[in-house]
């Protein structure tokens, strides 16, 4: 064999040594993928290619074999599965998906709790957890992705308060809770945000009851009434009591006075004239 049929050989073969290099999926996100598609339900099959054998190769360079992946460099870096009647829960394997910079799993059926583990997506930018029927707390650990511009969790059932540290993400420019359950003050690093950060208004909390402070308007009581409207009528409550309490008083004073005059009327009426 020649040197030009040995050059040929040899550039063949690193041809098909990088194919197959790209073709194969980082462990990580071979093991992110898996365990997602086993926590998810499909009734539709709109996510049929996702296999075992697609995740051993999911990408091609920028091209992504699996419905709902993007690739960047042979790794996935979005994964967008929205209004596809997914039930099931999130994995907390996701988080291998480290190099994960966009998550959409918005209008689904998705249930349980939104997973800490998202904290190690380091990468994150976008997480659209949106019109779920997601429970539990809002992870606190969420403030370790130093990079997450949006935060969508609104139309969920999620409960208890709003993490402080969230408020620490100087890069997040929305921010929906809207129609949850969530309850307790708003942290003002989030409610009343200084400086340059974008700041987020009344739409962005809307629709928990619980929850209070800038910039949802005063709190309401059962009945709709403000707490000021309550002490105001406490007050006037009092006035009217104390009127009447005094026209009381009057009148008993005028009765025992009218009382008097008339025992007097009688016992001069009894005593002997001189």
Known sequence: MGIWGLQQHLAVALLLFLSTATATADPNDEQCLTHLSQSLTDPFNNLQNWTQTTFASPCQGLTSFLHGATCNNGRIYKLSLTNLSLKGTISPFL???????????????????????LQFLVNLAVLNLSSNRLSGPVPQQLASCAYLNVIDLHDNQLS???????????????????????????????????????????????????????????????????????????LGSGLVSLVLSFAGVCIWLRVTEQKSADEEGKISQLMPEY
């Open 160 to 234: 208890g308060p709003i993490p402080l540290q969230l408020g620490l993400l100087a890069r997040l420019s929305v921010f929906d809770v809207s129609n949850n359950r969530l309850s307790g003050p708003i942290p003002a690093s989030l409610g009343n945000r200084t400086g340059n950060l974008p700041r987020f208004n009344a739409s962005s909390y809307e629709g928990n009851k619980g929850l209070f402070g800038y910039p949802l308007a005063p709190m309401k009581s059962k009945e709709g009434l403000s707490i000021m409207a309550i002490v105001g009528i406490g």
């Open 95 to 117: 988080s291998n998906c480290t190099n994960l910079q966009s998550l959409d799993l918005s209008s689904n059926q998705i249930t349980g709790p939104i997973p800490p583990d």
